[in-house]
């Protein structure tokens, strides 16, 4: 069954436990081929994250030492900055497309890094774009009012309109293995037809299979926010290695853990396609 008649033919329900089990169980089977696909990007964005992290450490530590708490960054915290958001997501875009490659056409890896140059990673890259322009833009029209007509109501209109944009969002999501997998059939109102009555079913996955392992990252990060802090309340400023051992390892954690998501988005893709 193609893209286009899976999206004609009547929606069909996802099996949530197994497609959350599949996208666990190929990370974990596959995880050699996780670190082939990915190690350049793991590198490099670790190392530019280390860098700025220790570089906003010695800014911090700076500003402690002259009592000035409204020192500004300096150009070479920025430009690292700069760099290291582009490394990672660049890194995000290139692991994505060949774990959904992987996954659904049984691609062999090919070098780190080489894929950044190909069609299908600027498609899904575009597609990725124009998801979060349609759902971001209208929501903000939502909520930027309720600043001035009900700061009261403020939060929970922010959260029911978050909610709504991930129900569709992870509904839209649909076209982006299949960019992925150079299947250009696969509109976004195919996509929104083929996974109607799923709406909770991938919203439940998508959570299922990011909320745990960056709840993980959370904790040791609120742990290394309550060191720091202490640190400069007692007037010692921030320890360079560490922040930048913290802010590298980050980088490095969110990448390797990004496979799981983008797992569950390919076995969804291809129960909605018919592709096996």
């Known amino acids: 069954m193609t893209s286009s008649s899976a999206s004609e033919a009547a929606p ?7 497609t959350i ?9 596959r995880f050699g081929d996780i670190l082939r696909i990915s190690w350049v990007w793991l590198v490099a ?15 911090v530590t700076a500003a402690i030492a002259l009592a000035d708490d409204d020192t500004p960054q300096s150009v070479g915290v920025l430009a ?21 490659r992987l996954l659904i056409l049984h691609e062999t890896p090919g070098a780190s890094g080489t894929n950044i140059a190909s069609g299908n990673l600027w498609r899904y890259c575009g597609n990725a774009l124009l998801i979060v322009l349609l759902l971001g833009i209208p ?11 009900s700061p009261a109501l403020l939060f929970v209109v922010t959260v029911a309109v978050y909610l709504l944009a991930l129900l569709v969002g992870m509904r839209l999501s649909l076209v982006l293995p299949a960019r992925a997998v150079d299947d250009t059939g696969l509109t976004l109102k195919a996509a929104w037809n083929a996974t109607q009555g799923n709406s909770w079913r991938l919203f439940w996955g998508g959570l299922a299979c990011t909320v745990p392992a960056a709840a ?9 926010i309550r060191k720091a802090s202490l640190s400069i309340a007692w007037g010692d400023g921030v320890d360079p290695v560490w922040f930048a051992l913290v802010n590298g390892v980050s980088a490095v954690y969110g990448l390797l853990i990004l496979p799981i998501a983008v797992g569950f988005l390919s076995h969804a893709y291809r129960h909605f396609s018919g592709r096996t």
């Open 21 to 29: 089990h599949l996208a666990y169980a190929t990370f974990f089977n």
């Open 139 to 149: 929501s903000l029209f939502v909520i930027v009012p309720f600043f001035l007509i």
């Open 216 to 224: 993980l990252a959370q904790l040791a990060l609120l742990l290394f």
């Open 45 to 59: 964005a670790g190392l530019l994250s280390a860098a700025s992290g220790w570089l906003k450490a010695t800014s």
């Open 80 to 100: 690292t900055d700069f760099f290291a958001t582009i490394t990672a997501l660049l890194g995000v875009l290139s692991i994505a497309v060949a774990w959904h």
């Open 12 to 18: 069909s329900r996802l099996p949530l436990r197994q």
